[in-house]
C-alpha cells in the first residue's frame, strides 16, 4: 500500500479578468509521505497560500482550479461537489492558518470549539468529545488544560492560541495538515516551539504536512523536502538539505544569499534585483529571467522547463553545477 497522502498533478489555477486569465498556480505538482513535513518556500506572490487554498477548497472567486488533479489518498479532490468537501475539510485535512487570533471564535471558549469540531467529524458522545479536546491540548503542551479548556482566545498569548489552532486542526485525526506561515506572527523563541511541536506531532502521528513559509530558516528546521515556488510555478524541489546547500535554480541560490548567517565577516546580505512580475504582466521566457544573471537568450525566449512529476530537479535551462572537488 503506498504510504502517499496527497498526490498533486499539474494543478492549473486561474482568475479571469476584463484583461484576460491569471495564472497564480501553473503546472505544479508533488507527493506528500505519511509523516513527511514538505516546505512550500517563496517570495509573497508566488502562489504558495493559492496553491493550498486550492488542495483544500478554499478558493475565493473567480479563481477555480482550471486543469490537474489533487489526490488525496488515492482519491481525487479536487472534483468533489462542496458538500462532500466540507466532509473532507477537519476530518481528514487540517488547517492551520497565519492569524491564530482570527482562525478562533472569540464568542466561544476553547473547549466548545474543540468538542464541536470534533462531534461534528467522529462518532462520539459529549464526555468523550471533552476528555479528547482536554487530550488535545494537553499534546500540544497547553498546562493545565483541564483548567484552561473553558478559557476564551483572548485569555491566551500568541504562541499558545497558535497551539490551539494546532489541536484544533488535529482534532479529528486528520491525514493531512496544511499550515500556512504558522509561525509568521510569532516572535523568534515561539516560532522554535512551534516548529518543534509541529515536526514532532508528525513524527508520532503519521501525519503529512504541507508547510508554507517564505522562512528559508523556518524551512531549514522543519521541512524534510522543499518546493520553491517562483510566480506560480515549481522553481526547485528535493531534499531540503541538497536544496537548501546545493541549489541548483539561481532564485533559490538567491534566497539561501539573502538569509542571514551567523559568519564572521558577513557585512551584507545578498539582495536579488528587482521583483516578482506581476501575473498580467509575465515575461515571455523563463519568470525570473529579468532578475537572473545568468540568464542567456534561451532564458528570454522559451518559459522555464516543467519538472517532470515535480521530482528532484531545477526548472531551468542553465541549472548551478556544484563544483564536487571544490567541496571534498
Known amino acids: 500500500m503506498s504510504d502517499i497522502v496527497l498526490s498533486v498533478r499539474d494543478l492549473v489555477v486561474e482568475i479571469p479578468t476584463r484583461n484576460g486569465i491569471l495564472r497564480p498556480v501553473d503546472g505544479v505538482s508533488y507527493d506528500i509521505r505519511k509523516g513527511e513535513i514538505l516546505g512550500v518556500v517563496g517570495e509573497s506572490g508566488a502562489g504558495k497560500s493559492m496553491a493550498g487554498n486550492a488542495i483544500i477548497g478554499l478558493l475565493d472567486r473567480p479563481a477555480k482550479i482550471t ?3 489533487v ?6 479532490i479536487n472534483a468533489l461537489k462542496l458538500d ?3 466532509k473532507l475539510r477537519g476530518r481528514r485535512i487540517g488547517m492551520v492558518f497565519q492569524d491564530p487570533l482570527t482562525s478562533l471564535n472569540p464568542l466561544l471558549t476553547i473547549g466548545d470549539q474543540l468538542t464541536e469540531t470534533i462531534r461534528e467529524h467522529l462518532n462520539v458522545t ?11 491540548l494537553e499534546e500540544v503542551g497547553i498546562p493545565a488544560a483541564r483548567e484552561r479548556i473553558n478559557s476564551y482566545p ?3 498569548s500568541g504562541g499558545m492560541r497558535q497551539r490551539v489552532v494546532i489541536a484544533l486542526a488535529l482534532c479529528a485525526e486528520p491525514e493531512l495538515i496544511i499550515a500556512d506561515e504558522p509561525t509568521t506572527a510569532l516572535d523568534v523563541s515561539v516560532q522554535a516551539q512551534i516548529i518543534a511541536l509541529l515536526k514532532r506531532l ?6 503529512a504536512v504541507m508547510l508554507v513559509t517564505h522562512d528559508m530558516g523556518v524551512i531549514a528546521e522543519a521541512a524534510d523536502r522543499v518546493a520553491v515556488m517562483y510566480a506560480g510555478r515549481l ?21 539561501m544569499a539573502s538569509t542571514p548567517m551567523a559568519k564572521q565577516g558577513q557585512l551584507r546580505l545578498h539582495q536579488i534585483p528587482g521583483s516578482m512580475p506581476r501575473l498580467g504582466e509575465m515575461p515571455q521566457g523563463c519568470a525570473f529571467s529579468p532578475r537572473c544573471d545568468r540568464a542567456a537568450d534561451r532564458c528570454r525566449q522559451d518559459p522555464s522547463p516543467v519538472m517532470e512529476n515535480g521530482f528532484s530537479g531545477a526548472a531551468c535551462w542553465f541549472p548551478i553545477v556544484q563544483d564536487v572537488e571544490a567541496e571534498t
Open 71 to 76: 489526490r488525496l489518498g488515492g482519491m481525487q
Open 126 to 136: 459529549a464526555t468523550e468529545a471533552l476528555e479528547k479536546a482536554i487530550a488535545g
Open 67 to 69: 486543469s490537474g488533479e
Open 235 to 255: 522553481a526547485e524541489m528535493g531534499d531540503v538539505r541538497d536544496v537548501l546547500t546545493k541549489a541548483k535554480h539561481p532564485y533559490t541560490a538567491g534566497l
Open 202 to 207: 508528525c513524527r508520532d502521528k503519521g501525519v
Open 84 to 86: 462532500q468537501l466540507r
Open 154 to 156: 483572548h485569555e491566551f
